[in-house]
């Protein structure tokens, strides 16, 4: 059952197509990946989905219900069902409050539990995400950037929402202690078998914790796959020169491995290229990916699905790495 249905999502900002036509799914207890660089409209995706921001056009399903274009009033009761993770746990916790208020907050502006089953709630959340009760009275700034993490974590998920937006949840903090909060967010998916939506730009993490995986390029979605079939058979040249760009752990492997060094920057969203978006730096690219938008269609003997001109329908394509 898809907990999450995006159809034909788009966001403009004036002049800029951050978000172009966008359509995936996450089912019920399923981490989808959401890879790209920086610029690619992952980020505006997610505060697409939970709403944070107003949508241009397309559909929003969550649990089957249109939240696209619900006005607030009608959007505020559904809020429980999901809810977001962001970056820079400093900024987006309230400095004021102690942190079982922080934990405890969806809870009260939903009015779910007595006073005394929330302070248990928050107990409990503080022990699934590995802090020590004492927490519950602290502030935020006497935190560690980890630990904040982690209170970031306990509440988004306070409210048993049946998706959960991660966006770069571990990018902002230091190298020490973004695997452990990896390993959380792993562990309370794995026991509380929530969807996780799961936006970043690091291959590794994208490895250890989803089981699908969607590449985004300039505002479209442009090869999903399962994780071991992204990760071992690439087809999308955008995604093959990713994967080629990442490190990897062992040196003489990573020395060996052809790297696709990709021509320019990412061209901007506000005039995106004709035809396919990635023809401009793409090493494989022929007359007709400037001139026809390739549709992202099935292809190969899975569900995978790739938008590339090159791409045969058995799924055989142009092998760069
Ligand atoms: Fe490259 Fe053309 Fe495929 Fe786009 S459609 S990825 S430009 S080969």
Known sequence: ??????????????????????????????????????????????????????????QI??????????????????????NIVFQ????????????????????????IGTTAERRERVRSLLDQVGLQPEVARRYPHELSGGQRQRVSVARALS?????????????????????????????????????????????AAVEFLAQRVAVMYLGVIVETASREELFTTPRHPYTQALLSAAPIPDPPAQ????????????????????GCRFHTRCPVAIPLCSKEVPRLRMVGPSLATVACHLVAEDGTGPRLI
């Not at 799914?25 to 981490?31: D, K, P, Q, R």
């Open 255 to 274: 020395r060996a491995r052809s790297r696709i060094v990709l021509a320019g920057e990412v061209p901007s969203p506000v005039n995106p290229p004709s």
């Open 159 to 203: 409210a048993s929402p049946s998706l959960l937006v991660a966006d770069e949840p571990t990018s902002a903090l230091d190298v020490s202690v973004q695997a452990s909060v990896l390993n959380l967010i792993g562990r309370l998916q794995a026991d509380l078998r929530f969807a996780c939506l799961f936006i970043t730009h690091d291959l």
């Open 61 to 82: 399903k969550m649990n089957s219900v249109d939240i696209a274009g619900l006005s607030r009033r009608r959007l505020r009761p559904l809020r429980r069902h999901f």
């Open 1 to 58: 059952m898809n907990v999450l249905e995006v159809v034909n999502l788009v966001k403009h900002f004036g002049a800029v197509r951050a978000v172009d036509g966008v359509s995936l799914t996450v089912s019920a207890g399923e981490v989808l990946g959401l890879v790209g660089e920086s610029g690619s409209g992952k980020t505006t995706l997610g505060r697409c989905v939970t709403r944070l921001v107003p949508v241009t056009s397309g």
């Open 88 to 111: 820079d746990p400093s900024s987006s916790l309230n400095p004021r409050m102690p942190v079982a208020d922080i934990i405890a907050e969806p809870l009260r502006l939903h009015r």
